[in-house]
């Protein structure tokens, strides 16, 4: 397999510290959610930081295989929602795929885009069998 393209990021501190790029670009503090008994507040976390590339790189999937099958998806919106689940001593993700489509896609396509797309996408690839992953369509507003 050919690299495409490859980059690096280090983290200091776990969830209570940063994570920084090889190139400086992303430099963030990271924070515990109140949720999972941290101070949260106006820091990052792990699932935020996966939700975000989860988001960005399936959208692209599917603006590019519209685009293939000469379809319009202009203002497409795709949202990821991230969970993180403990049962046993274990902890998952559990993920959901929300997008939101014009309404000049019908129905049709849009379950085929969706399907293609999750077969596509290098983050779907990589969780399927792993991440529990359930795809939703939302009307845009």
Request: charged content about 20%; glycine content about 10%; some cysteine.
């Given at each position: 397999?050919?690299?495409?393209?490859?980059?690096?990021?280090?983290?200091?501190?776990g969830?209570?510290?940063?994570?920084?790029?090889?190139?400086?670009?992303?430099?963030?503090?990271?924070a515990?959610?109140?949720?999972?008994?941290?101070?949260?507040?106006?820091?990052?976390?792990?699932?935020?930081?996966?939700?975000?590339?989860?988001?960005?790189?399936?959208?692209?999937?599917?603006?590019?295989?519209?685009?293939?099958?000469?379809?319009?998806?202009?203002g497409?919106e795709?949202?990821?929602?991230?969970?993180?689940?403990?049962?046993?001593?274990?902890?998952?993700?559990?993920?959901?795929?929300?997008?939101?489509f014009?309404?000049?896609?019908?129905a049709?396509?849009?379950?085929?885009?969706?399907?293609?797309?999750?077969q596509?996408?290098?983050?779907?690839?990589?969780?399927?069998?792993?991440?529990?992953?359930?795809?939703?369509v939302?009307?845009?507003?």
């Open positions: 397999m050919r690299i495409l393209y490859s980059t690096a990021a280090t983290a200091r501190g969830r209570d510290g940063e994570v920084v790029s090889d190139d400086g670009v992303l430099d963030l503090d990271l515990i959610p109140v949720e999972l008994g941290g101070p949260g507040g106006d820091r990052t976390n792990p699932e935020q930081l996966f939700a975000a590339g989860y988001a960005a790189c399936f959208s692209s999937t599917v603006q590019h295989l519209a685009g293939q099958r000469g379809l319009d998806v202009t497409l795709v949202t990821v929602k991230v969970g993180l689940a403990h049962e046993r001593g274990v902890s998952d993700l559990v993920v959901t795929l929300v997008v939101a014009p309404s000049s896609v019908d049709g396509q849009v379950a085929e885009l969706l399907e293609a797309a999750h596509m996408c290098p983050y779907s690839r990589a969780t399927r069998g792993n991440v529990e992953v359930t795809l939703q939302a009307s845009l507003v």
